[in-house]
């Protein structure tokens, strides 16, 4: 009688939380928990309500309870992975979907989410090859295919990525967004003409399309038209004012034709480019010694990866996260970025017309990554267009960074050079800004930067990071 009204209670639980009723499904679990604490089935149903809550910390414990129980659940092996998943532990996140697989053979959502685990833990391989083989069991799943053509355009796989839009396409060809994509990379890849000829297809579809009237603006700058690239920029900034990219496109656009007015006072670099020491944190000597727990705590970081080509860097190690646990000296280095980001804001001109002081956010959160370039390795010229600002704090340098003798300017930072497609024609518009242990360079995301590779053995290490805003 008693398994009767727990299973019934069990079977409640799950409608209530399949109708998003998730307090309730809480309630009618913790009865049935506190008669048999140790029920995997409730304890499990538990842990997915905390996860539907984005209570990740406490649906990974009461999964984990299950599992003690029933080490053979694999819905619950499933559930244990989203939980770590979204508490950005992607590879253990990877080992749980891989158990639930061994489990259940034909578990396709678990197949899916560990492709996206693989993707965002860098193990592209690893991702391609799941994606792959999802494909062929769900050969109508138009998101998997896009999403694997985002991963290979991330990582400069042009090819393959265009044919898996073009593949989209055919399958869901009223969508204005996959045709922007494939225009941006058929843009990268520097077929120009087949990319506007794409992106006027998405606006045709979407008039109202933000992001395809960036896209458009940048395929108009790449052909060297920049009275179409400015329109395409100005009605992107109609839609949203201030966007970063959008501001951008608009500053190149104005570039090309002549600078003026409105080209001053965005790309005002005194202003708006601003390098400020950093104090030494609490427990640190001085700033060396911050600097050396810097290198270490990087330089051994378990996220720590290597590549040739990764969004805008070239031969190059990372870490995305450098905010993830354990942050160690990182924790210091967060708060003294939070005051200088506070302090800018505060002493913002007072420009009306300037969209971007018009839209300094009141809220905001940091996301910050460590990066570590030798010899050739570089960042080509690149925005943070999710950003409303950014930084970077510099660790470490190499000895001709810190040299008088350095003609070439090796490991400095570049502002205003948009890339080698559609340079800068205001040269001297061009700011080099030296680089120095212990201090940090704010400024405006629109701002195209790039690095100068050091051809120096010795790491360059910095941390840069980007301000996002919050509604
Ligand atoms: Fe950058």
């Known amino acids: 009688m008693q398994n009767v009204s727990l299973n019934q209670g069990l079977q409640i639980a799950m409608q209530q939380i399949n109708a998003g009723q998730l307090g309730q499904a809480q309630?009618?679990?913790?009865?049935?928990?506190?008669?048999?604490p140790s029920h995997p089935d409730a304890r499990h149903l538990l842990g997915v309500t905390y996860l539907s809550q984005g209570r990740y910390k406490e649906a990974e414990n009461e999964i984990r309870t299950s599992l003690k129980k029933n080490p053979t659940f694999a819905m619950a092996h499933y559930n244990l992975g989203n939980a770590l998943f979204a508490q950005e532990e992607p590879d253990k996140a990877i080992t749980c979907f891989k158990k639930a697989l061994k489990l259940k053979p034909d578990y396709l959502q678990a197949q899916r989410r560990l492709a996206d685990a693989y993707y965002t833990a860098e193990k592209f391989d690893q991702a391609e090859s799941t994606y792959r083989d999802l494909m062929k069991k769900l050969p109508h799943d138009v998101g998997l295919i896009v999403t694997l053509a985002d991963m290979l355009d991330t990582i400069g796989q042009w090819d393959p990525a265009i044919a898996l839009y073009k593949q989209a396409i055919d399958m869901k060809p009223d969508e204005s967004v996959i045709y922007t994509k494939l225009a941006n990379t058929l843009n990268q890849d520097a077929q120009h003409e087949e990319a506007e000829k794409y992106i006027l297809k998405a606006l045709?579809?979407?008039?109202?399309?933000?992001?395809?009237?960036?896209?458009?603006?940048?395929?108009?700058?790449?052909?060297?038209?920049?009275?179409?690239?400015?329109?395409?920029?100005?009605?992107?900034?109609?839609?949203?004012?201030?966007?970063?990219?959008?501001?951008?496109?608009?500053?190149?656009?104005?570039?090309?034709?002549?600078?003026?007015?409105?080209?001053?006072?965005?790309?005002?670099?005194?202003?708006?480019?601003?390098?400020?020491?950093?104090?030494?944190?609490?427990?640190?000597?001085?700033?060396?010694?911050?600097?050396?727990?810097?290198?270490?705590?990087?330089?051994?970081?378990?996220?720590?990866?290597?590549?040739?080509?990764?969004?805008?860097?070239?031969?190059?190690?990372?870490?995305?996260?450098i905010y993830s646990e354990p942050m160690g000296p990182v924790a210091h280095l967060k708060a003294a970025m939070e005051k200088h980001v506070a302090n800018y804001i505060a002493n913002l001109p007072d420009d009306p017309d300037n969209q971007f002081v018009q839209t300094a956010p009141k809220k905001w959160r940091i996301k910050s990554w460590a990066n570590i370039l030798a010899g050739p390795g570089r960042q080509i010229a690149h925005i943070h267009g999710e950003a409303w600002m950014s930084g970077c704090y510099y660790v470490r340098l190499p000895d001709i960074m810190k040299s008088d003798d350095n003609p070439k300017h090796s490991g400095y930072i570049e502002f205003g050079q948009i890339n080698d497609e559609f340079p800068m024609l205001e040269t001297d518009r061009l700011k080099f800004l030296q680089p120095k242990e212990g201090l940090v360079a704010l400024f405006p995301s629109y701002l195209y930067h790039s690095t100068v590779p050091t051809e120096s053995e010795q790491p360059r290490i910095a941390i840069a990071f980007d301000v996002v805003p919050v509604k």
Do not use: C
Request: charged share 25%; aromatic share 10%.
């Open 204 to 321: 045709e579809l979407n008039p109202d399309h933000h992001s395809a009237h960036m896209a458009h603006s940048y395929i108009m700058l790449s052909q060297k038209k920049p009275a179409d690239g400015l329109a395409a920029a100005n009605r992107a900034l109609e839609i949203f004012p201030g966007e970063t990219t959008a501001v951008a496109w608009k500053m190149t656009a104005l570039d090309q034709l002549g600078g003026g007015e409105e080209y001053d006072r965005y790309m005002d670099f005194d202003t708006f480019v601003r390098p400020e020491w950093v104090d030494v944190p609490d427990g640190y000597k001085d700033i060396d010694e911050f600097n050396e727990a810097l290198v270490q705590h990087v330089e051994n970081h378990p996220k720590l990866f290597a590549f040739d080509h990764y969004e805008v860097t070239r031969y190059g190690k990372e870490v995305k996260d």
């Open 27 to 36: 309630n009618v679990l913790n009865q049935i928990l506190s008669k048999v």
